[in-house]
């Protein structure tokens, strides 16, 4: 800290002496201040930089190994990026995410909490901590947390926080408003799958198979890649219910030769849900 520490002298030192050790030791930290304070501003954005940056590599690293389910070594990334930064708001929020992961949702919310609370800039942390909330089951917080993200145009991921919107209100469910935030989606990204293909739900659902069928194929574009057990039994039942046997009979043929093992394969010949009307 710059202090000299100050020791009693032993009986017969003057007084004088203690006190100009005193004033050294007070001149010794007033100059070690002063000399900080006087780094200059390049300094201290060069020193800045260089943490943003270490913080920057672990969480890159963090986030690689929670993509890959290693949990426990994404959570020494994470930890480090917070030595690094004890107030990095994204280390809070990929933290968070971890936690999350690990179902450890006291401790995620504190995280995604204190991620807002450092900076209540950070999109990605109210668009996490939404999609956080909704998940738990607490949609009307969640929908006023994830909309800090979902309006903000400046947001890089702005269609993604109103598909995450739009399926926070089909689980409370609020039809209507889900169907909003889906066609804002589109409206920001003309091809976002998760937007496409919950719009081809919503008309499923609703019972008009031509429009759930053309949102459908724009889903399952050329070269698009986005086949999943889900979308696949989807895109079945729409051609089913328009008796196209043909169309039908390749989406279950793709499902099955893709995802032999998944439970959508036996679901293939069930009979559907009845279909709401919203």
């Given amino acids: 800290t710059g202090w000299t520490r100050y020791r009693p002298h032993p009986a017969g030192a003057g007084h004088g002496a203690g006190a100009t050790l005193m ?62 930064d004890p107030n990095s708001s994204p280390a809070m929020d990929r933290s968070a995410l971890l936690y999350w992961r690990l179902r450890d949702y006291k401790q995620a919310e504190t995280f995604f909490q204190r991620a807002i609370q450092i900076d209540a800039k950070n999109l990605a942390a109210h668009h996490n901590y939404g999609a956080f909330l909704c998940d738990r089951g607490r949609y009307d917080e969640g929908i006023r947390v994830l909309e800090k993200a979902a309006n903000n145009l400046l947001y890089p991921y702005v269609a993604d926080a109103n598909v995450n919107a739009g399926v926070c209100m089909l689980r409370k469910p609020s039809y209507p408003l889900a169907e909003k935030y889906f066609r804002e989606a589109l409206r920001l990204d003309a091809d976002h799958s ?70 959508e394969v036996q679901r293939l010949h069930a009979k559907p849900s009845p279909r709401r009307k919203n």
């Fill in 23 to 84: 004033r050294r030791g007070w001149l010794i930290a007033v100059l070690a201040t002063l000399l900080a304070a006087c780094a200059s501003p390049a300094q201290r954005a060069a020193e800045n930089e260089k943490r943003d940056r270490a913080v920057d590599t672990q969480l890159q690293l963090g986030a690689h190994y929670l993509v890959r389910g290693q949990l426990d070594v994404a959570r020494q990334h994470f930890e480090r990026a917070l030595e690094i």
């Fill in 194 to 263: 998760g937007a496409l293909l919950q719009m081809a739900h919503i008309y499923h659902r609703r019972g008009d198979m031509l429009r759930a069928r053309a949102f459908i194929q724009r889903y399952f574009k050329p070269g698009a890649r986005l086949d999943t057990p889900e979308s696949l039994l989807l895109a079945y039942r729409i051609e089913t219910a328009l008796r196209d046997h043909n169309a039908a009979a390749s989406y279950a043929l793709r499902l099955r030769n893709r995802f032999p093992e998944a439970a």
